[in-house]
Each structure stands twice: as C-alpha cells, then as structure tokens.
C-alpha cells in the first residue's frame, strides 16, 4: 500500500495540465461532453480550465468561410489556414501559458496509453479538429506541434477524437477520479505492467448459470492477488 501511496504522490507531482482548449465548428457537440460524467464533474470542479472555440468566429468574408476547393483539383473542400491561425493567436493572448497543439487526423502518430501519458505532462494543450477532404498542409507548418490519430480508419470529423483525447487527459488530472487506486490497477497501465486489467464482478453472485469465481468470495486477499495477477493478459 505504501508503494502505491507513494506512486500515486509521483504522478500527481509529474501531472500539470492544467488548460484544455478545443477549436472547432462545431462548439455544440461538446456541451453535453464537458457537463456530464467525471469530465463534467472535473471542469465544474476548476480541476481542469477547459473551453471551446468556435473556429467560425475567424471565418473569411461576409459569410465567415473556414474551407475552400483544393488547388489542383479534387473532390471535397479544405479547411483554409487563416481561421486556425487566428483562433490559435487569439486564444494565446487569453493566458500565459505557451501551449502545446495537436491536430486530430487520421495521418497522426497513433493514440495510445503512453502518448497520453506524455502528454499529460503539457500544462496547455489546444486540440484543432479538422473536417471535409482535410486541412491546409500550412496549419501542420506553421501551427501545430504534433498530429494525432484515434485509430486506422476515418471519421466524419476531428470533435469525436478530440473528446477522447481530452478524456484520457482530463481523468487522469489528480483528484478527478474518486479513488486514487483506479488509475493504479486499470487497463494498460504501469502498476500492471501494461496489460489489460483482469475481469471484475458484482452482484448477484450467480446470473444466468454464471457464478462469481470463489476465490473472490472467500476474503483471502493473497489469493485475490494472485488470481488477479494470473487472469491479466
């Protein structure tokens, strides 16, 4: 137990984030994301300071175009660099803290358990969501720190991967989960040397001809242990 103390303590000193921003077209989709759940509970909380800027308030012209036709050729439309730009310049002059910016896309370096790990460690992230046929080669020149995709295959947008960025993110700020130990013994993490967590069980004891395996009936802790250990893969 004292180990575990003692590696919770590490990580709460190592952890800073402490400023989460998301640049979009889309702000609504992230209303109910950032009020329900242990997010909500951690952004109402001041755990984290999370915002969302609608990437339209930068748009071009009357009509506050963010997209155009591809030089070239081609089918779909491109997010132009001027309103990622601009949403990015103005969202610095709101705090002092230089952040770190990530486009979600699906050419991005994969998101894993260490990847959030990481970037957990940046004390200001802004999260830039793309959509349509992709985004101007100039916003990964000029304004981003590192791509990021959520899998190998496509979505109709970035909002979706920004949300599980910011989750991974925002549950592992110190005292938004209610119990120090669960971040200790979850899937992929250290504490079980990276393997997938073992099954866990609730009441009844017995449902539909399954029965809860004895070992966790019986309160020999060495024995829950070592079944746990044995059951990780």
């Known amino acids: 137990m004292l ?10 000193v190592l952890n800073l984030l ?35 800027q609608d990437l339209r308030d930068f748009g071009i012209g009357k009509h506050m ?19 990622f730009y601009d949403a990015v310049e ?35 992230i802004y999260i830039l969501c793309g959509r349509y046929e992709g985004v101007d080669q100039r916003v990964q020149e000029l304004i981003i720190d590192e791509e990021i995709s959520v899998g190998n295959y496509i979505l109709s947008g970035g909002e979706i991967p920004a949300m599980v960025i910011a989750d991974s993110l925002i549950r592992k700020v110190p005292g938004v989960l209610g119990s120090s130990e669960s971040m200790l ?14 099954p866990v069980y609730t009441k009844p004891r017995a449902f539909k001809g399954l029965s809860v395996p004895e070992v ?16 990780r893969k």
């Open 3 to 12: 180990l575990k103390f003692i590696i919770n303590k590490i990580g709460e």
């Open 18 to 52: 402490n400023i989460l921003r998301i640049i979009t077209i889309f702000p609504e989709l992230f209303d109910s994301f950032s009020n329900i759940g242990v997010v909500g509970k951690a952004i109402q909380a001041n755990k984290v300071s999370f915002g969302v």
């Open 65 to 83: 175009s963010v997209d155009d036709t591809q030089y070239g050729g081609g089918p779909g439309m491109v997010m132009r660099p001027e309103p």
């Open 90 to 124: 103005f969202l610095k002059n709101t705090h002092k803290e230089k952040p770190y910016i990530i486009l979600t896309s699906p050419k991005g370096n994969i998101l894993d358990s260490k990847k959030i790990k990481q970037l957990s460690k940046k004390k200001c």
């Open 185 to 198: 013994n979850e899937t992929f993490s250290e504490n079980i040397f990276g393997k997938k967590k073992e």
């Open 216 to 231: 966790l009936l019986e309160g020999n802790h060495k024995k829950i242990e070592d079944w746990r250990k044995k059951m």
